[in-house]
């Protein structure tokens, strides 16, 4: 099995990139978004939110300047 990211991840702080990592990690388990899987999530990164945020805030500028 592999884990497969888009190009744009790169663009992204290391602190994202491991939110995404983890977070398409712990789906190989947990398919939902369930209490359970976010409970894996912080397990392996407690300050996972922090990533949420950044993306919420700064990650559709980010696609933004990406060209398609």
């Known amino acids: 099995d592999k884990l497969v990211t888009g ?20 789906h190989r388990k947990i398919m939902s978004h369930s209490t359970e899987f976010w409970n894996m999530v912080a397990a392996e990164m407690p300050d996972y939110k922090k990533a949420i945020k950044w993306l919420n805030t700064k990650g559709d500028k980010m696609i933004e300047k990406l060209d398609f």
């Open 7 to 26: 190009v744009q991840t790169c663009a992204l702080p290391i602190y994202v990139r491991k939110y995404v990592i983890v977070h398409e990690l712990a």
